[in-house]
């Protein structure tokens, strides 16, 4: 009989996973089975070191109460050589009836500003994710800023991300590597119904940018933003991504901040990076954006519209250059072996200096069938009037000056609405003969059907 009180005593005092994480230092926790209800967030020692954290076999889930309050579920203020593997997180999301949020203010990080996610990491070097899955995620699913040699493999991230008072995306529900973040992996997750980007990175202005990463072999679906943003960022590699419906729901579409979605966005100022062999199907908006983007190549990648114009109310162009940073200018930029198949719009917008556009296959360009429509605007700027009917465009700017000569613009297929006659064109005052256009191969597809 004493046995089993004090049995049944022990019990009552087992180690819960708040009370293990929060004193947990270094060497291997054991989580035990079960859903755990918290109130405020765990918080790691800021000295763990050398600490795994394991879910137990049968699985761990931290679950935010409705009374929750803290900037995520598990926080790490700092440490090295952290890892957790098979933890889910629950952030209870329609419980916590969140406040509608916006973006935070151009010199606020998200870190100081985003409440609610799932794992926020600081200033930690050498963190491992690996297994871990987050669900009804009102913030961020994983959060990580100022930190070094990270390796997130295998996340699993569904129905996350909130929104802000006109009830639409505020980039939350993803994954995001914050300030300066080096030396970073994100391999094989899936992400699935997220309401802001996908993956991304992002720093300040004035702060580092992320460097030296590597996103690859993630699949994105249903994203109402961006499947992949590098934002302010060097040496990034993007390979061997899927996503599949960016831009859904279209209610939920940022229309007032202009953020039309993306399958991979470029933000800030941005080298030595390399787009390559990434696969995404139904974009309601760009394949590729190079918004910052100089000095790096987009190659072998696939973008795939098959379904009627209707479909696509934000559809753009394919891949586009813009100049937004001032610290940079778009030149030395290889565009090669792209394959773009159904448009609104363009195909490719060309601005600035020194690029190659080589070996890319455009087909069904022009899906809108402009100038002879009267369902789209034809005419977004009519001192341009061939901008939005053209397969590549050479513009003479995008948000600065920045005409398009010294490029390279050969060996491309293009198909499309109106294509035997806009194949390629160029803005007032940039000259053909400022760059090297040849052996381009350009039709109506119609005609080529008819043909065949």
Request: positive net charge; contains cysteine.
């Given at each position: 009989m004493k046995i089993l009180l004090f049995l049944a005593a022990a019990s009552l005092f087992a180690a819960t996973p708040e009370t293990l994480l929060r004193t947990a230092k270094t060497g291997v926790v054991e989580l035990p089975a079960g859903v755990f209800e918290i109130t405020r967030e765990i918080t790691l020692a800021p000295d763990a070191h050398d600490l795994e954290i394991r879910a137990a076999k049968a699985g761990t889930t931290l679950k935010a109460a409705a009374t929750f309050r803290g900037r995520a579920l598990l926080a790490m203020p700092a440490?090295?050589?952290?890892?957790?593997?098979?933890?889910?997180?629950?952030?209870?999301?329609?419980?916590?009836?969140?406040?509608?949020?916006?973006?935070?203010?151009?010199?606020?990080?998200?870190?100081?500003f985003t409440p609610d996610n799932g794992i926020l990491a600081e200033n930690v070097t050498g963190l491992t994710l690996k297994g871990v899955a987050a669900v009804?995620?009102?913030?961020?699913?994983?959060?990580?800023?100022?930190?070094?040699k990270v390796r997130l493999e295998a996340i699993t991230v569904r129905d996350s991300g909130s929104l802000n008072l006109k009830k639409r995306n505020n980039t939350t529900g993803g994954i995001l590597l914050e300030e300066g973040t080096s030396d970073f992996e994100v391999l094989q997750c899936k992400l699935i119904n997220i309401r802001g980007n996908g993956i991304w990175t992002h720093s300040l202005y004035t702060s580092k940018r992320n460097g030296k990463g590597r996103i690859a072999g993630n699949d994105i679906v249903q994203v109402a933003r961006d499947a992949i943003q590098v934002g302010h960022a060097t040496q990034v590699t993007v390979e061997d991504n899927h996503g599949r419906d960016i831009g859904y729901p279209a209610s939920e579409i940022d229309l007032e901040g202009a953020a039309f979605p993306v399958g991979i966005d470029t933000a800030g100022n941005v080298d030595q990076s390399v787009y390559q062999n990434n696969t995404f199907d139904e974009i309601d908006g760009k394949c590729i954006d190079l918004d910052g983007f100089h000095d790096g190549e987009v190659s072998g990648n696939t973008c795939r519209n098959l379904e009627d114009v209707k479909s696509y109310p934000f559809g753009n162009f394919g891949i586009i250059m813009n100049n937004t940073n001032p610290d940079m200018q778009s030149k030395n930029i290889r565009i090669l072996n792209n394959t773009i198949d159904g448009t609104l719009f363009g195909g490719i917008f060309v601005i600035g200096s020194g690029h190659t556009v080589s070996g890319n296959k455009l087909s069904r360009i022009n899906m809108s069938h402009c100038p002879d429509t009267k369902q789209f605007n034809c005419l977004y700027n009519p001192a341009q009037p061939l901008l939005l009917r053209t397969g590549i465009y050479l513009g003479s700017g995008?948000?600065?000056?920045?005409?398009?000569?010294?490029?390279?613009?050969?060996?491309?297929?293009?198909?499309?609405?109106?294509?035997?006659?806009?194949?390629?064109?160029?803005?007032?005052?940039?000259?053909?003969?400022?760059?090297?256009?040849?052996?381009?191969?350009?039709?109506?597809?119609?005609?080529?059907?008819?043909?065949?």
């Open positions: 440490g090295r050589n952290l890892r957790i593997t098979g933890l889910t997180l629950d952030g209870n999301r329609d419980a916590l009836q969140a406040k509608p949020l916006g973006l935070p203010p151009s010199d606020v990080m998200f870190s100081r009804n995620i009102a913030g961020f699913a994983v959060l990580v800023n100022a930190s070094s995008a948000e600065r000056p920045a005409p398009a000569q010294g490029n390279t613009i050969e060996k491309n297929e293009i198909g499309g609405y109106g294509m035997s006659r806009g194949c390629i064109a160029f803005a007032p005052g940039v000259k053909k003969e400022a760059n090297r256009i040849e052996k381009n191969d350009c039709s109506d597809e119609a005609q080529i059907a008819w043909l065949k």
